[in-house]
């Protein structure tokens, strides 16, 4: 037999054992509850009706019995219902679409780099290198303010851009799921950096004119990652207020954030951030579960905050000449790394198969007992997840996470073109992911889906979610019209 042949030979008997490994350990109850079951069927075919009538009339019960009996079944089975979790639905969302005219094109982004930095040609030089691998494309989107040579960062221009975006969310997200502002019960609104007084929820119930008792929540700092921050909050408030719905908003607003120094660990956000938005509207009311998208299974939270490298790798500093900026450490990938193996140690028992998790656990024995120096078992998530929203923090982000939980191309697809299409839109770029698989057609009933995302703090956050229903009809409103085109091939280096 020819090399390749045999090679190819040995790799497709390579696989069936390995799908027979699976299905045999997955399924190893089933294996052994089956001959136990014929066993017992077999034995009560031999025995008389009048043996089995025999046994039953010598069973004497009293009434106290019956009634005490009866009395536990049903403690019993009140209790479970009472003390198990309610069920969180994902009901529908809505994303932030910026106008046509706020599109920044990588020939703009280098001319008002060189008219706001004319003294630092080694900058300006700098911001086109990380532009040209950044994975961005051209119909990526700033804030007016930003557009202006110097940016203008104001206060109020910084509100305009959270009405726009926050409201123009929720305008969406009302008309879609046709709910009333004073159905919602409780409100999370999560923007890490632009945290004015009064605050964006209260900005929103002032807008929406909400109910006067409503349980509102704002969190900044938070980073990247508070978009599943705000999902894990409510879910916990769904959990001890039955019957309600809340109402998620995640964004950042980039106004008061323009970086204008010349420092190149500050500049690299400037390169990377752009606009956008969503709400989500999530409810335990059993009337929603026919219709509502998904269901929330997990939400997994990692915080190394308790190590002061990974403390300090994302934070907002001021540079030498007094210039405020988010500054990204050099170790941020590695610390990014450290963060995902702890994530997913939590998250795997969770979700894998039994194959997995016993394969896992092999080669952590084998690990600890016989050669310390064997390399760790990485489970394969791809048993787990039939879809994966890795934050789009950038080109490196994704490309790490597809090495490192070996996925396939269509597995980060809809990470990478929401790169390329939005650019990295902090808390909410996991919904624009979402959306895109929706859009592609490809989201059936039962499909899971692994959200992944990073924040400073130190933190990885995952959310697990089950597809309800079978999703068709038109792409969400900030797919609709491009939605066609992709995916596209982006190149390593885009020459600028």
Known sequence: MPPKQQEFSQSVKLKYVKLGYQYLVNNILTFLLIPIMIALFLE???SNPEEIIS???????TLVQIICSSFLIIYTATYFLMSRPRTVYLVDYALFKPPQCFRVSFAGFMEHARLALPTEPKSVHFQMKILERSGLGEETCLPPAIHYIPPVTTM????????LVIFSCMDSLLQKTRIKPKDIDILVVNCSLFSPTP?????VINKYKLRSNIKSFNLSGMGCSAGLISVDLAKDLLQVHPNSNAVVISTEILTPNSYLGKERAMLLPNCLFRMGGAAILLSNKWSVSSRAKYRLVHVVRTHKGADDKAYKCVSQEEDPDGHVGINLSIDLMAIAGEALKSNITTIGPLVLPASEQLLFLLALVGKKVFNSKLKPYIPDFKQAFEHFCIHAGGRAVIDELQKNLDLSAEHVEASRMTLYRFGNTSSSSLWYELSYIEAKGRMKKGDRIWQIAFGSGFKCNSAVWKCNRTIKGPPEEAWADCIHKYPVHIPE????
Do not use: D, T, Y
């Open 156 to 163: 109020e221009l910084a509100k305009e851009e959270a009405e």
């Open 44 to 46: 009560a075919l031999r």
């Open 199 to 203: 605050s964006l929820s209260a900005m």
């Open 493 to 496: 280096v885009v020459k600028l």
């Open 55 to 61: 046994i039953w009339n010598s069973l004497h019960f």
